[in-house]
């Protein structure tokens, strides 16, 4: 799947920096759609990645219209429910299609697919400056080693994560801190493996304003793992990462499950920490020649840190922009979109997104009340139409600027 450097092409329709789920989604969508594309990453396939490894619903449909969910779900473990856990030990089961699948081997899959749909794979590669012409990006400058390539592209896609030294170089880059630090491990207990079966969230006081999570991986592994988010002016990541480590002991105290988990477990490995970018906030979203997607454009929920989905989502929309601005290499007919209007298409399909953001958004200002908090989880187990409404937001199957305004959740809370 890494092909050699010497074999890397002098230019191509599009360029896509980033092989993670957002970069290989548009990799594989714009290779379909007849285009020349090459799909480079800095790490060698397959590599770790630090996450949570959660597949919420918008992540089945993503990878469903990838065309990868059965090979996912061939490795994956399943899950039919979110179980949220208050700060005073409550716990409500929310439904829906869930799964988790440890990082190493979700983006493997994924770009192997891209590589089937045609897309050329080259890694160890490291962008290191993008090539511009007359205030448009033209290509990119790409180095292995010591040894440096230029490569020539009618549109690069920067689908580089949430550390923003990319976002940055690129010019792209509105806010340079991230929205949130999460620290995780993983955690070896078959004694746990028929108590623990859905994704679990713990929410508690002294975690405020973070959580902690418990999600099975299979083969009696569990992705544990405490994220925070950082206030605005928040000091440098060796505080941080102090608060998360001890966040992440004080996990174990936090629930008779956790107890189990934590004392009769095998850790594999050491605590990894990583940053997130929240809320399409944090990032341009493009410039002459340039698209940016994924992370790197902030497409993680508050709250959670579920950020799979809709990395995958804007991935394909950032293709699918493209696509209608090229001329398809099968049948040669006339762009629909000029290079402006792909800008301006994707930004829409994005903002588009937007309410589903914001309605996470506002669940984590709530949650930075452990009393409102306690008070929405109780509510809801006496609720069938609440928990209903849980469940929608969760799987995607109402409308975001409909449900739950401050006005929806105290009459919600006081029926």
């Known amino acids: ?230 206030p605005p002016g928040a000091k440098p990541d060796a505080a941080g990462q102090m608060n998360l480590r001890e966040m992440f002991h004080k996990l174990g105290g936090l629930s008779d499950t956790a107890r189990r988990l934590f004392e009769g477990g095998e850790k594999l490995g050491p605590l990894k920490g990583a940053p997130l970018r929240y809320s399409l906030e944090g990032a341009l979203l493009s410039r002459p020649g340039l698209l940016v997607t994924g992370e790197a454009a902030g497409s993680t929920y508050a709250l959670t840190g579920e950020g799979i989905g809709k990395a995958l989502e804007t991935g394909i929309l950032a293709a699918q922009a493209i696509a209608l601005g090229s001329k398809s290499a099968q049948g040669g007919q006339a762009p629909a979109f000029s290079a402006a209007q792909v800008r301006d298409h994707y930004q829409a399909q994005v903002d588009a997104l937007r309410p589903r953001f914001h309605l996470y958004e506002r669940a984590q200002a709530a949650s930075a009340s452990p009393w409102l908090t306690e008070l929405l989880l109780w509510r809801a187990q006496k609720s069938p139409r609440l928990r209903r409404g849980l469940a929608g937001i969760l799987n995607e199957s109402t409308d975001p600027s409909r449900r739950f305004s401050l006005k929806d959740m105290l009459r919600l809370l006081s029926s």
């Open 1 to 230: 799947m890494n092909t050699p450097l010497e074999n890397l092409p002098e230019s191509c329709d599009v360029l896509v920096v980033g092989a993670g789920p957002a970069g290989s989604a548009a990799a594989i969508t714009l290779a379909r759609a007849g285009l020349d594309v090459v799909l480079v990453d800095q790490q060698s396939f397959p590599r770790d990645k630090i996450c949570g490894d959660g597949l919420i619903p918008d992540a089945h449909r993503a990878l469903a219209e990838l065309g990868v969910l059965d090979e996912v779900m061939a490795l994956a473990q399943p899950a039919h429910f979110v179980r949220c856990t208050s700060p005073r030990g409550r716990q409500l089961d929310v439904q829906g299609t869930l799964a988790v699948l440890p990082r190493r081997q979700l983006d493997e899959i994924i770009c192997r697919a891209a590589v089937r749909a045609g897309a050329r794979m080259y890694a160890p590669l490291r962008l290191t400056q993008l090539l511009e012409e007359d205030g448009q990006v033209v290509g990119a400058h790409l180095q292995q080693g010591s040894e440096q390539r230029q490569l020539r592209a009618r549109w690069v896609v920067l689908a580089t994560g949430a550390v923003p030294q990319a976002l940055m170089d690129a010019g792209m880059a509105l806010r340079q801190r991230p929205s949130a630090v999460a620290l995780r491990c993983y955690i070896r207990n078959p004694a746990m493996t028929q108590e623990i079966t859905g994704l679990e969230v713990l929410f508690h006081r002294s975690l405020a304003p973070g959580y902690g999570w418990i999600f099975p991986c299979g083969q009696a592994v569990f992705n544990v793992g405490v994220g925070i988010v950082r």
